[in-house]
């Protein structure tokens, strides 16, 4: 601890409290004997909550409470009072939890100043979770804790837990007894010396992604690390576990599927919401994949041999026994107390699960081109879409690099000609070609896929819908193959238009695995887990900044651990359902390269793509190209929002930029997050010093839309679209057949049929829509944009009228949202289809429950 932070002094306000307590406990009215003033009563009340089954903790826990403002001279920390145990004073359940509120009677010394934190030592048998504290001091001072934390037992954690007011303070306005115990509740989070964590473990780092494959099980499971120099990657959430035997570098896995895999405390899910996490997921699994599983035995049986087929998933309402073969299989790959709510679900009868909204008005809508250019800008993918720039296409040194010419689309620009189109920025591309060439070869080469690389062109019409011009497909010479590259043009009926079918499918292959391995999971998810790590390792809960981005960053730790046990890793659910198969992770490595977090920002984004242009005189510095652009216009107003409030938020705390450059704790933040977060990217110069508070708000606008705008965008509407197989196959598993060939006399004899052979077995599917429903499913206690716990978060009175200011203008969002939805001349926010855009409704005004599929509503972090 530098000399600088023992010689600080309270802020003005803090210190004329202060002046007030000192006065009022060292000057006794006249008469009043001096013994009268030898001790104090401070009392309190804490809140805590307690899982199902266990006991309230009682007097098996105390407090203390430290002064913020008198420092003891023997221990340099603020003074500190004597124990008092916590005393019950009422109970009641909410949402399945008892919470307990219990109070204390501390007695401090005359002297004691202002209290600034508090510890507690958990003597009982079980975990507690506080969730506020509340201190009456002298002179009716009321000082709240915004706790919300786990507290286990010291028999495990050797040492007492410590929370701080809900004061913000800069590390330069620390109160002189909080200086040390602030620095010393960091070193302890970083925990750096720790070996394999476990439960009660509070503790964060940073690892690769060397914990996907499962080589000691199965040599077919090895799989290479994910970060570093040959698949860079940002870094995890550590976990000390130990190595595997057959592969080093790789750690063990539990053998079985763990919805308990550890995290730090704070960042798990609540009790109700695991069990609501668990319980949709059983739901999803009995009624959609069960009923399937028989086809795995039966590979004649394993495509659906009709549309009607695919309709009737969704319309059972009744379990179907789990044979004994299958439960066996089951006790293999999951603990015995999921087998068992497995077996238990499918007796009875299961929720009712609703048709996918894509096919509830026109359950062909999928089929119609101006569908399939519609979801490219509202749809559960709207962020690859890019206004080309030159045609034919060009690449970096100005060659050719496609085969579509101006021939093949000449005709269908409603007049147009290509000049005309190209100056008026009315031709798009949804590109999946370069990146997927290199690895066709070995997705190909297992024989149970059949890939191509992809560029798909549209043309903007007159009322903004988008209208199909062409889809290339291609595939890479090899020893094996001569190459091939195709044209396809859309057609209304005969065989063009079955062959146009099956081209758009295997480009929604593309962009399915795409927007799962890339715009979901790594623009969203990974990339934010180094700040998440960064900002407990770094930013105390006092910093100004942690309140900011706390809310942000809720449960995202623990929802990307699950993903890394069951989703992303070796035989995995999205090895099984995408095309890319086992490289699925390297694939994502590889468009990682690309990632910049300046560019992440829609604002940027969309000037990037080319749809929008610079426009000083907006808020956000852009003007979007044109209005029916469901997913950028709505954004747009939700990323303004966000900015205003941050950049309110920032400068009521930094008053210039040196107070920003003197901030030790945000500095190293940055600098962890860069040098070892995202350390495969820390030399590339978009990564700036944060030396201005200017460049602080922009990245902090960018990080809070990134968690919340973001996802919400890409993960809510996946049950609207890719819930239905015929919309969005994940894979295909044919090639589309050419004239001449055995192939071709089979298309011939029945498309719809060889159309389905080509998407995706039964049991893909029905693994593809219980993960769609899932990750589609708000949990009841989900916080949106605009909301906060029910606690006193900060009690800084300028803080809190910024914060009302922007929950007012999401207000006005959701109201302009609708009126959108309502416009006819908004062609894009209903389609064929019929489905209003509502992913970017912030719903934040809703206090009533929310849980299930909405299609709408912000939530405040990356928590599925």
Request: proline share 6%.
């Amino acid at each position: 601890m530098t000399m600088e932070h023992h010689c600080l002094r309270p802020c003005p306000a803090l210190q004329q409290c202060l002046n007030a307590v000192k006065n009022k406990l060292t000057k006794p009215s006249s008469g009043e004997p001096d013994t009268a003033l030898k001790q104090s009563i401070i009392e309190g009340t804490i809140v805590i909550d307690h899982k199902p089954g266990h006991s309230g903790p009682g007097k098996s826990a105390s407090v203390q409470i430290y002064s913020g403002t008198i420092v003891d001279k023997n221990t340099g920390k603020g003074k500190l009072s004597e124990k008092a145990y916590l005393k019950r004073k009422e109970s009641h359940k909410r949402n399945g939890t008892r919470t307990t509120t219990y109070t204390i009677k501390v007695n401090v010394e005359p002297e004691f100043g202002i209290p600034g934190a508090f510890i507690i030592e958990n003597q009982h048998k079980h975990e507690f979770f506080i969730e506020s504290a509340t201190l009456q001091a002298p002179e009716n001072l009321s000082i709240y804790f915004d706790c919300r934390s786990w507290v286990y037992p010291m028999k495990h954690t050797q040492t007492s837990r410590i929370f701080f007011s809900n004061k913000n303070y800069l590390p330069s306005q620390t109160p002189f007894g909080l200086v040390d115990l602030r620095e010393e509740e960091l070193e302890d989070l970083r925990g750096d010396t720790l070996g394999e964590r476990k439960e009660w473990h509070r503790v964060y780092g940073y690892d690769y992604y060397n914990d996907l494959g499962d080589p000691d099980k199965d040599p077919q499971l090895f799989r290479p690390t994910i970060g570093g120099t040959e698949f860079p990657y940002p870094r995890r959430g550590k976990t000390g576990r130990r190595k595997c035997q057959k592969a080093p570098f790789s750690e063990r896995r539990t053998q079985q599927m763990n919805f308990d895999v550890y995290v730090p405390p704070d960042e798990r899910f609540s009790p109700k919401k695991l069990s609501e996490f668990t319980g949709n997921a059983i739901q999803a699994i009995v009624h959609f994949v069960i009923p399937e599983a028989k086809s795995l035995l039966l590979p004649e049986d394993s495509s659906f041999q009709s549309f009607r087929e695919i309709k009737e998933l969704f319309t059972r309402e009744k379990g179907q026994k789990v044979e004994e073969g299958l439960i066996e299989k089951l006790r293999k790959v999951m603990p015995e107390h999921l087998v068992k709510k497995i077996t238990h679900a499918s007796k009875g009868g299961t929720m009712k699960f609703p048709m996918p909204s894509i096919a509830i008005d026109n359950e062909f809508a999928w089929r119609e081109d101006e569908e399939f250019g519609r979801q490219m800008l509202a749809g559960t993918n709207p962020t690859r879409i890019r206004c080309i720039e030159q045609f034919p296409l060009k690449g970096k040194h100005g060659e050719i690099i496609s085969s579509i010419k101006e021939s093949d689309i000449e005709n269908s620009l409603d007049g147009q000609t290509i000049i005309q189109a190209m100056k008026q920025w009315r031709i798009y591309i949804l590109d999946h070609h370069d990146y997927l060439m290199p690895y066709l070869d070995k997705i190909n080469s297992k024989g149970n896929v059949c890939a191509y690389a992809s560029r798909t062109l549209v043309y903007l019409r007159n009322d903004a819908t988008v209208k199909p011009l062409a889809i290339e497909l291609s595939l890479p010479e090899s020893e094996d193959y001569d190459g091939f590259n195709k044209v396809y043009h859309p057609a209304k009926e005969g065989t063009d238009a079955a062959l146009w079918q099956l081209a758009k499918a295997h480009v929604l292959a593309n962009d399915s695995a795409y927007h799962q391995l890339v715009t979901h999971w790594l623009h969203t998810h990974a990339v934010v887990e180094p700040f998440i790590i960064g900002m407990k390792r770094q930013l105390s809960t006092m910093h100004p900044i942690y309140r900011l981005l706390d809310p942000h960053f809720k449960d995202t730790m623990h929802i990307n651990a699950l993903a890394r046990s069951i989703l992303i890793n070796a035989g995995g659910i999205l090895e099984n359902i995408l095309f890319p198969g086992e490289i699925c992770m390297q694939l994502s490595s590889e468009l990682y390269k690309e990632w910049r977090l300046d560019e992440q920002g829609l604002p940027i984004d969309l000037l990037k793509r080319r749809l929008a242009l610079e426009n000083e005189d907006n808020l956000t510095g852009v003007q979007i190209l044109f209005q029916d652009y469901p997913y950028g216009l709505d954004g747009l107003d939700i990323y303004a929002a966000i900015q205003t409030w941050v950049v309110d938020y920032c400068s009521i705390f930094y008053k210039d930029d040196e107070t920003l450059r003197k901030d030790d704790e945000v500095q190293e933040w940055w600098s962890e997050v860069r040098n070892i977060g995202h350390a495969d990217k820390w030399t590339e110069s978009w990564w700036t010093e944060l030396t201005n508070v200017k460049d602080l708000t922009r990245f902090l606008t960018i990080l809070i839309w990134i968690t919340s705008g973001l996802h919400a965008a890409v993960n809510f509407g996946q049950y609207a679209y890719a819930g239905y197989p015929l919309n969005r196959p994940t894979l295909c598993r044919k090639f589309i057949p050419q004239e001449g060939t055995m192939e071709f006399s089979e298309f011939l004899k029945d498309t719809d049929k060889y159309f389905l052979q080509t998407l995706p077995n039964r049991f893909q599917s029905a693994i593809s829509i219980a993960l769609a429903e899932v990750l589609s499913r708000h949990t009841s206690d989900e916080l949106y944009l605009g909301q906060r716990p029910p606690t006193e978060w900060t009690d800084h009175e300028e803080v809190l009228h910024k914060y009302e200011e922007f929950k007012k203008k999401l207000k006005e969002i959701e109201e302009t949202i609708m009126e959108r939805n309502r416009n006819p001349k908004y062609k894009n926010r209903l389609g064929p289809a019929k489905i209003p855009y509502k992913l970017l409704n912030p719903d934040s005004s809703n206090d009533k429950y929310r849980g299930g599929i909405t299609e709408k509503g912000i939530p405040n972090s990356i928590s599925i």
